[in-house]
């Protein structure tokens, strides 16, 4: 493999720079403490996720699953993470110019393969892309029956959001019953 040349050097760090506005990309989640979560955060989870449950997902490439996950909210490093419940119009077409923009810096052949993974993941159509996307809606719900929401968060809204990608297996669909028990709970609390 020959070595990058100092111009594409300087083009991966200038994509690593970018990228690393993520770690200030603010979700509408909260940490136990209180404090919101970052994207960065939220994706280092669902990687963590899908590193343990590797062993129990017959039939999926677990390191094609992990990249699935590290890009899948790329995009949002450009103009932010828009919470569920507001968006409006086409997301994943707003997000991939966003992930365009991102990556321009990059390389072409590292551009193409980064890309062609948030493609397949907002397709869903191999394993790995839905179940990337049923380990997104789980490590959501689950982060807001952990995390220290503010006044007024409607939790019982975890009950329904992203149900469709969380049923599509087995596991996680096992996984998320304890998180919607929790998630009674704390509605039951919340509304009495």
């Given at each position: 493999m020959a070595e990058p040349s100092s111009g594409d050097i300087d083009r991966y760090l200038?994509?690593?720079r970018a990228a690393e506005a993520l770690k200030d990309t603010m979700r509408s989640g909260h940490t136990r403490l209180g404090r919101r979560e970052s994207t960065a955060e939220h994706s280092w989870r669902l990687c963590?996720?899908?590193?343990?449950?590797?062993?129990?997902?017959?039939?999926?490439?677990?390191?094609?699953l992990i990249e699935l996950l590290i890009v899948h909210d790329l995009g949002e490093a450009v103009r932010?993470?828009?919470p569920a419940p507001e968006q409006t119009g086409d997301k994943n077409e707003e997000e991939r110019r966003d992930l365009l923009a991102l990556l321009a810096p990059l390389p072409e052949p590292a551009r193409a393969r980064i890309l062609a993974l948030w493609d397949e993941y907002?397709?869903?159509?191999?394993?790995?892309?839905?179940?990337?996307?049923?380990?997104?809606r789980?490590?959501?719900?689950?982060?807001?029956t952990q995390g220290q929401n503010p006044a007024g968060f409607d939790i019982g809204w975890n009950l329904?959001?992203?149900?469709?990608?969380?049923?599509?297996?087995?596991?996680i669909a096992a996984l998320r019953a304890p998180v919607d028990a929790e998630t009674e709970r704390l509605a039951r609390e919340q509304a009495g």
């Open positions: 200038a994509f690593f963590l996720m899908a590193l343990a449950l590797g062993p129990e997902l017959d039939g999926i490439d677990t390191g094609r932010g993470d828009i907002t397709s869903m159509e191999t394993p790995e892309a839905r179940l990337a996307k049923g380990l997104d789980l490590e959501t719900v689950l982060q807001h329904t959001y992203g149900r469709a990608h969380t049923d599509a297996h087995p596991l």
